[in-house]
């Protein structure tokens, strides 16, 4: 998960009172999302009021990844080969641990992706990710110049926010799959990926470069 970061431990924080209230009272909803071959098909499921936070994850899933050099989703050819073909997603907008994610080692998942399992008999698994917290997620201080039009700013904010979602899916997979590896390398590997994926986007779509600004404290992450 990432505690305003990413975690990679096997504790599981339930969801508090209000939350399971406000499911109830809400319900919930599932989609199926198809994206590119390399990554799994993944359901995902949300609250009937956080359709916002499904459409932007079903687009990360289906458009941005798409959008990146093949150099960049290279990096998780490995951990993407050992990911379940089937992954359940549960979509919130914080959780109350004020982590983006976590990964749900096996016989921790909710019951309905073992419900999912069991009828389906393919092999599944569970994370969950805290869209509005990713939205407002910096891994690390980034500096970059300033955009021309109000336009080009919010055409960058969205695509941070996808790319943080993006991010954080991907990190909560490594931890699926590699339990034993350290936090140390998923968090490397995570973050620089983030960094670079922003940098290139940024160059490519308005010409300017970022970057981490240097000499300013980074602010704790587990991941």
Known sequence: MIAKGMHGHTRIHP???????????????????????????????????????????????EGTWLTLPETFRHRY?????QVPPFVVVLLRRRNLCTCLGHHHPPGSESRLTRRLRSMSGVLTGEIDLAYEAIRDWEPQPLSYPALHSAAEAAEF????????LLTVFLHELHHLVAPAESERHVRGQSQKFYEDALAHFVAERFGVESGLRHGLPVPKVIL
Do not use: C, H
């Open 157 to 164: 904010q969205s695509f941070q926010w996808q790319l943080g």
């Open 77 to 81: 050819a490995e951990v993407l080969s």
């Open 15 to 61: 969801q508090g009172l209000l939350r399971q209230f406000y499911l109830w009272l809400r319900g919930t909803e599932q989609i199926l999302v198809r994206p590119a071959a390399e990554l799994p098909l993944v359901l995902i499921s949300y609250a009937k009021g956080d359709r916002e936070g499904m459409e932007r994850l079903r687009e990360t899933l």
